[in-house]
């Protein structure tokens, strides 16, 4: 690189980390609202609640990084020439690829940089979150238990309790236990107790009611299809225990189903077969494996959109506005096109390509502006003689 080179991309490298790390900020502040609750009032220490949210940063930057860049791009170039600065350096017989090499540089930094964050730490760092989320809603269900609300544990069981004592003594239980197929439990008692066991926390009951709903099989000569009749058992107990933990294995690693963004690239190309993936599943898979792959490519495609919107064209005392409009419209319709390409991947795998071309059509596009649009007509300009009457 040239000293305007330098210039050019030490201007674009500030503003970059800048707005990335103020964009990154500002989404992590908005999605930890939903955490803090567990500080303020349920006892979870703030280094936990840092680390628990620190992890969603680099799904975050994963995702703003591309969109950052075409805003840096775009705004640095559109300055430059505003301050005349284009116009200098193409007087010094600059072209449009040469003016670009500094934003070119920049898009290749952050493409290998979202290739590192979408490879390697975006699933490791999910796979901690989703842990934490599983062992708060299993191992500290006592945390997560609220006066007068349905807390959910888990999918398959919902506690409630009127009021707590200054002991930790629960008043008012109700607990609705679904986690046995077909044998739904809904136990109601007077009082009860949260304590931690070495298989999660327990619940202990006092002076309730036990009510199960179970499926008795049709008597023997029964018509054929006849389906099993419903019978409702209740049973008074003094004393009763229930497991919060979602299942018998005490909620461990091994009882937790690992969604796709969690999974590593040779884990979504190739389950393991032993994990017995559903079909659907093996879409989402194999649709968010392309992707991670293509979507660290939208940096550079954006970046050259940004060239093409503010090298092309003549320079302007004033106006120019349209053109920038016109270049932030292109990537708020890219942005929307590829969300939507997405979800129809995850769905139907015959639509991945169209993630791959999603992901490369600005970038050739781009190119091709910023190159001059070879290949159309190109007006020929009017001379002062053509243009008197």
Known sequence: MNRLDRYVFRQLAVALLAVSVGLAALVWLTQSLRFIELVLDRGLSFLVFLELTGL???????????????VVTLFTYVRLASDRELVVMRTAGQSNWQL???????????????????????????????????????????????????????????????Y???DGTLRGILIHDARERGAPVTILAEAGRITPTPTGPRVTLENGVR?????????A??????????RLSILSFTENSVELARTGRGGGEDSRYRNAQERTLDELLHPDPAD????RDLRRFRAEAHQRLASPLHALGFGMVALA????????????????????????????????????????NAMIPLIWLN?????LAGAWVVSGMPGLPRRRPRMPAEAAP
């Not at 975050?60 to 860049?69: E, G, S």
């Not at 000569?221 to 419903?230: E, F, I, L």
């Open 211 to 219: 009510q199960q709903v179970e499926r008795v099989p049709p008597p």
């Open 359 to 363: 992901a490369l059509t600005p970038l």
């Open 100 to 162: 670009a090499k500094p934003s070119l540089a920049l898009g290749l930094i952050v493409v290998g940089l979202c290739y590192w964050l979408n490879l390697h730490l975006v699933p490791a760092s999910q796979a901690a979150f989703r842990a934490w989320q599983f062992e708060i809603r299993n191992q500290l269900a006592a945390i997560l238990l609220q006066e007068g609300v349905f807390s959910s544990v888990g999918d398959d069981l919902t506690v409630y309790a009127r």
């Open 56 to 70: 969603l940063l680099p799904s975050f930057f994963a995702v703003i990084l591309p969109i950052t860049t075409f």
């Open 164 to 166: 707590r004592d200054r």
């Open 221 to 230: 000569g029964a018509a054929p299809g006849t389906p099993p009749t419903p």
């Open 309 to 348: 919107t503010a090298l092309s064209g003549e320079f302007r005392r004033h106006g120019g506005g349209l053109r920038l409009f016109i270049g932030i419209g292109v990537v708020v319709v890219l942005l929307a096109v590829g969300l939507m390409i997405n979800n129809l991947a995850a769905r139907q």
């Open 276 to 279: 017995r993936v559903p079909e």
